[in-house]
């Protein structure tokens, strides 16, 4: 088993700030980051990119402004990859299949926002790509306060169910995947 972490959307343009709504997850992704490092396993930081092109609502995530940068609290180091997305999935239009089979993975552990969209999208793809897919529970939400919580779990169901797939908890994603190398 050879795993790679993808730290989805994680991005300054995202609004991760201390305070804000969904904040308390940082701490969780963080954890999550330095129990890779231990574990010799690759970090991937996937976030979205959008250009004026696009002819989308979302401008906090241009080209060239500082929203698509990784928050300060995850900041990648010199052997973490980033990678830009350009829609929907951690996959969309850019080289994260061609990255993680280079790096032979075969397991992709998966963390960030949102889960009912970019989380449940990039499960999707890697599992039709033939990856392992693992989703940390408690690494990942819904980052919309008006959405009631139903919407992760309906989410998580259709990566369990739909993609027979893991969802497990930090802490059992660490003991599973990531022991210290």
């Known amino acids: 088993m050879n795993p790679a972490v993808i730290i989805l959307d994680m991005a300054k343009g995202y609004g991760w700030e201390p305070g804000s709504f969904g904040y308390d997850m940082v701490a969780r992704v963080k954890a999550l980051k330095d129990a890779a490092y231990a574990a010799n396993a690759q970090v991937i930081h996937v976030n979205s990119m959008r ?50 089979r280079n790096l032979k993975a075969d397991t992709v552990i998966i963390a960030g926002a949102s889960t009912d969209n970019t989380v449940l999208w990039t499960s999707a793809d890697a599992f039709q790509l033939r990856y392992k897919v693992v989703l940390v529970e408690d690494c990942t939400m819904v980052h919309r306060p008006e959405e009631p919580p139903e919407v992760k ?29």
């Open 51 to 100: 250009r004026p092109t696009d002819n989308v609502d979302n401008v906090t995530m241009l080209a060239g402004s500082s929203g698509p940068e990784v928050i300060p609290e995850l900041q990648p180091i010199d052997k973490d990859v980033l990678i830009y997305k350009r829609y929907l999935s951690g996959f969309s239009y850019n080289d994260l299949d061609y990255t993680l």
């Open 153 to 181: 779990e309906y989410a998580m169901r259709i990566v369990r169910n739909v993609l027979h797939s893991e969802v497990l908890p930090l802490d059992q994603v660490v003991a599973q995947y990531l022991r210290p190398a």
